[in-house]
């Protein structure tokens, strides 16, 4: 388990749904300063719970 990202990490997030969204969330709270790019296309993704 990570405990903290170092400055210059670059993190590409390819799931666009509820596990992506809590991937980004994640690796923001584990380094402030990593660069995250989060791609979303023209259409939302749902969830198997109904939730974007």
Not at 28 to 45: K, P, W
Request: net charge positive; aromatic share 4%; hydrophobic share 45%.
């Amino acid at each position: 388990m990570l405990t903290s990202i170092s400055r210059r990490t670059r993190i590409i997030i390819v799931d666009g749904i509820a596990g992506g969204a809590s991937a980004a969330a994640s690796a923001r709270r584990l380094g402030e300063s990593a660069h995250i790019v989060f791609e979303c296309g023209s259409h939302a993704g749902f969830a198997n719970c109904g939730l974007p």
